[in-house]
């Protein structure tokens, strides 16, 4: 079976620009979550959907970083406009989760973003 | 509020030597912890996860840990170290039925042959 899906892996990109980084969760798992990975910070919760309904936005940084759940098998996150402490991994993340919260996440491969 | 400490942040082991990543918790309910890893380039993975059931709980790869209300601590171990254990290993806790994971500083195993 697929795991969770991230894209692009990598991206570099000059600051003033905006980022898209998508995520296919595992089929099935109803809840999807965003986190930020660096040295200083270590993992950050951004995002946390439920059903495709965001629940817990307080992780997200600030009005330049906007996040969307369309459907069960698609999320997007968007940064506009980029600055160079963007740069991070980010990761998504998904979990069979329904109702009852296990803690089970599966994650993806992440995507590396460097702003320049 | 909730919180777990990795007490090392690098260890290195010989290759057939036994392994233990410490990491020690905070927190007012009853808890549940659990174990990531992460090889590099990669995403985590789950390891093992304790849930108030039985205090030792064994995971994949070979690796179990240790639930010690007294000490407040849930120990990794793993009886001999393989050079695919090398890795970054997460400590985490949240409380029961929330979606909230709080992960720890993280402890990078360095496994030499």
């Known amino acids: 079976d697929a795991g969770v899906i991230q894209s692009p892996r990598h991206e570099v990109t000059e600051m003033g620009q905006e980022v898209t980084l998508r995520c296919k969760p595992i089929?099935?798992?109803?809840?999807l979550f965003w986190y930020r990975q660096t040295m200083m910070r270590g993992l950050e919760l951004l995002i946390y959907f439920n059903n495709n309904v965001p629940i817990d936005d307080s992780g997200m940084p600030e009005d330049r970083f906007s996040a969307k759940m369309p459907n069960a098998s698609f999320s997007t996150l968007k940064i506009q406009p980029s600055e160079p402490r963007d740069s991070a991994v980010y990761f998504c993340?998904?979990?069979?989760?329904?109702?009852?919260?296990?803690?089970?996440?599966?994650f993806g491969e992440g995507s590396r973003l460097t702003v320049l | 509020a909730q919180s777990v400490t990795q007490l090392d942040s690098h260890v290195s082991v010989s290759e057939g030597t036994p392994v233990l990543l410490r990491c020690n918790y905070s927190?007012?309910?009853?808890?549940?912890l659990f174990w990531y890893v992460q090889h590099p380039n990669k995403g985590l993975q789950l390891l093992l996860k304790?849930?108030?059931?039985?205090?030792l709980v064994k995971g994949i790869n070979g690796f179990e840990a240790e639930f010690k209300k007294s000490e407040t601590s849930f120990h990794l171990t793993k009886p001999s170290a393989h050079m695919s254990d090398a890795a970054e290993y997460f400590c985490?806790?949240?409380?029961?039925?929330?979606?909230?994971?709080?992960f720890g500083s993280g402890t990078r195993l360095l496994v030499r042959p």
């Open positions: 927190s007012s309910y009853s808890p549940s």
């Open positions: 985490v806790v949240s409380d029961q039925s929330s979606y909230k994971l709080i």
């Open positions: 993340a998904s979990s069979p989760d329904h109702g009852r919260h296990t803690g089970e996440l599966f």
């Open positions: 304790y849930t108030s059931a039985a205090t």
């Open positions: 089929s099935g798992h109803n809840s």
